[in-house]
């Protein structure tokens, strides 16, 4: 009976650790959501990993910007790399959020360096419409911007 008991306790036990052990590739839920996520970064909130995709896509001389949208989190962000032949300019990308009206209301940007690759933290909520632009640190190109989502 003694031995009986000590097994149920030890299967017992060794059940709830397990239980308490993360399988491998599970995913954290996000811990944003919406306007909460305002100028939070997508990696830090696991957004990054939230059914994200790619809206809008634009390119300036090499140098791309994406509308990356996470629907997990209901933000946006933009993500550029610079693969311009071009070194002597940093490139900079902006995501942009407008009311239903076309008002701007808030915008975030992130620069890198030649031929990097950086993402800017997130705008969120889903009655807003957002943008992304790409431009040159020097004032020689004018800068591009893609159309709302």
């Known amino acids: 009976m003694k031995t009986t008991a000590i097994r149920i306790a030890t ?4 059940t709830m650790a397990l239980g308490l052990i993360p399988l491998a ?3 954290y839920a996000a811990s944003c959501s919406g306007s909460g996520c ?7 909130t696991a957004c990054e990993t939230a059914e994200v995709s790619t ?3 634009i390119t300036n001389n090499s140098r ?3 509308l990356r949208w996470s629907v997990g989190c209901q933000a946006a962000w933009v993500r550029v790399t610079d693969n311009s032949s071009n070194s002597i300019y940093n490139s900079s990308g902006y995501i942009e959020k407008y009311d239903s009206a076309g008002k701007l209301l808030r915008s975030l940007n ?4 030649h031929n990097g ?9 889903t009655s807003y419409y957002y943008r992304v632009c790409v431009k ?4 020689e190109y004018p800068m591009t911007c893609s159309t709302k989502f």
Not at 38 to 44: A, E, F, K, Q, S
Not at 136 to 139: A, C, L, R, V
């Open 11 to 14: 299967v017992s036990a060794a």
């Open 25 to 27: 590739g599970t995913s």
């Open 38 to 44: 305002d100028n939070l970064g997508p990696r830090g």
């Open 55 to 57: 809206q809008r896509t």
């Open 64 to 66: 791309k910007a994406e």
């Open 110 to 113: 992130v620069t890198i360096p």
């Open 117 to 125: 690759s950086d993402w800017s933290n997130m705008l969120g909520g």
């Open 136 to 139: 040159f640190q020097g004032n």
